[in-house]
Each structure stands twice: as structure tokens, then as C-alpha cells.
């Protein structure tokens, strides 16, 4: 059974930083695009960062790029989220993602099967 488990959100000051991380079992990551994703309170959940199955693809959301990055531990069955120069308005439940295929990752939440529960962060002084 596939399953995903966010941990590492919290409060954070702005200008802070914070690591996400995504630890998956039931599948290893070889096989599987992993995408962050997060939902703010009365808005839709966006794209945030994905990471293509063999890593050789990656996006960013336009709002977080030069500030976040998608590093990924195969061994460890973990993609991580590192948040750096965090904002309030990256104040969100944050959600990662699975998908079993070799396409190029996308910011779609239509193109991920598999979620993880989510977890809390909030930038704010």
C-alpha cells in the first residue's frame, strides 16, 4: 500500500527556513514523480515543486523559485522541500504527492495519484 508521511512544518519567523520532508513506503522512488503542494486557507491547492522519477526534471512554482529546492535521498525512501527566506504568504498546509510514471514532473495536482495528509507551516512574526 502506498503511502506518504509529511514531517518537519511549524512556525517560522520570515526570513527563516524550514525542511519539509515526504518519507514514502510501499514504493520505492525509482519509479515515481514526487510534487510539493500546498492550500492556504480559502484557496485552491497550487503547485509548489516536483521532482521527476529519475530527478532529471524539476519544477518551481514561479512565487518560490530561487528560494526552495527539491532534494531527493532514494536510500532514505525521502524527498525533501528545503524552504529558505520564507514569506507569510508561504503560510499553507503543505501536501506532497506521488505519481507512478517517467514523464517529465508537472505542477498539476491532476497528474498525482497519492497523497499524504499534510502538515502545517506558518510564517509569521
Known amino acids: 500500500q502506498l503511502q506518504l508521511v509529511e514531517s518537519g512544518g511549524g512556525l517560522v519567523q520570515p526570513g527563516g527556513s524550514l525542511r519539509l520532508s515526504c518519507t514514502v513506503s510501499?514504493?520505492?522512488?525509482?519509479?515515481?514523480?514526487i510534487g510539493w503542494f500546498r492550500q492556504a486557507p480559502g484557496k485552491e491547492r497550487e503547485g509548489v515543486s516536483c521532482?521527476?522519477?529519475?530527478?532529471?526534471?524539476?519544477n518551481y512554482a514561479d512565487s518560490v523559485k530561487g528560494r526552495f529546492t527539491i532534494p531527493r535521498d532514494n536510500a532514505k525512501n525521502t524527498v525533501y522541500l528545503q524552504m529558505n527566506s520564507l514569506k507569510p504568504e508561504d503560510t499553507a498546509i503543505y501536501y506532497c504527492a506521488a505519481a507512478r510514471t517517467a514523464r517529465l514532473c508537472t505542477l498539476s495536482r491532476l497528474d498525482f495519484g497519492s497523497w499524504g495528509q499534510g502538515i502545517q507551516v506558518t510564517v509569521s512574526s
Open positions: 510501499g514504493f520505492t522512488l525509482d519509479y515515481y514523480r
Open positions: 521532482i521527476s522519477s529519475s530527478g532529471g526534471s524539476i
